[in-house]
């Protein structure tokens, strides 16, 4: 059965497919909300959203991937919609955002789950996946360097720093939050639409997505991801990644180099890069279809 939701809701009521339910779950001593999908006992893929979205991001991954044969787990991770948002900076550490995740496949009852991020959904998947191999079966990454690339692009590339100026905009206090909210949050409607091939954010999307951004709290939980990096950079880490890693990078990508692509693959000992020409930062929207193909065959080894 098929439901119109209600502008106000932004739970798994969205969802046209009705195979798919909220649920909450209490992860590394925070309650966060989880959209669920798919039989219990199928191999676990669960999905992580960027900044400034939310599990909302992969609406178009979730039925297909429960259709071949997957449980789906899609969170709101901490700070952003229905999900518990702390106040302060430091409880947004790397260390805690991948605390939540190898929480969240245990509470699931498993010991290991495939994941996939995008954006910062992607910082956490590298994190998880270096800090947590024994949690990680296969590792799915959209558009989101691994971290030894991302600082070494930064010291050796002047385009990189001149394109990640809004990082360091985010390190001041309220003044972000204030111009985000500004005229019912067109600031960060741009972000979505002007970075985008057109028409790939719908309104009736972006009204889901304001009603998100409006929740208390939500604004500053999901700035401090940025400000805790900056504030409390994670310790050092090893950089190889042994699960099979498919880096999935949309070469348009107005905040990233097309170099950070290959540079992040000569990071995983198993590791592919799919390349998307004339594709921006928004992958799993521009390209939903390619994005689900993509992650099918390399969660089902097929590309092995």
Request: aromatic share 8%.
């Amino acid at each position: 059965m098929t439901t119109t939701p209600s502008p106000l809701e932004t739970d798994a009521s969205l969802l046209a497919f009705d195979g798919a339910r909220s649920t909450s779950r209490v992860v590394n001593g925070l309650r966060e909300h989880v959209v669920v999908a798919g039989e219990t006992d199928d191999p676990l893929v669960v999905l992580l959203h960027g900044f400034p979205e939310f599990w909302y991001e992969w609406r178009e991954q979730i039925e297909p991937l429960v259709e071949a044969g997957y449980r789906v787990v899609v969170p709101d991770q901490r700070g952003y919609n229905l999900s518990e948002k702390p106040r302060k900076a430091r409880a947004y550490q790397l260390r805690d955002l991948s605390r939540d995740v190898a929480d969240l496949i245990a509470s699931e009852g498993r010991e290991r789950a495939h994941v996939v991020g995008h954006d910062w959904g992607g910082v956490v998947a590298w994190d998880l996946a270096r800090r947590y191999p024994d949690r990680v079966d296969r590792l799915g990454i959209i558009n989101a360097p691994h971290p030894t690339a991302y600082r070494r692009q930064l010291r050796s590339n002047l385009e990189q720093l001149r394109r990640s100026w809004y990082v360091m905009a985010f390190q001041l206090p309220w003044l972000p939050e204030r111009l985000c909210r500004y005229d019912d949050f067109r600031l960060l409607e741009r972000a979505l639409r002007d970075t985008a091939a057109e028409g790939t954010f719908t309104e009736r999307e972006l009204t889901h997505y304001r009603r998100a951004w409006a929740r208390e709290g939500a604004l500053t939980g999901s700035l401090n991801w940025y400000r805790a990096m900056a504030r409390h950079p994670p310790e050092a880490s090893r950089d190889r990644v042994e699960q099979p890693t498919l880096v999935i990078w949309g070469e348009a990508d107005d905040a990233l180099v097309p170099e950070l692509g290959p540079a992040s693959v000569r990071f995983c000992d198993r590791g592919r890069l799919e390349r998307l020409p004339e594709t921006s930062h928004w992958v799993p929207h521009e390209r939903p279809a390619r994005t689900t193909e993509l992650l099918c065959d390399h969660l089902d080894g097929s590309e092995d």
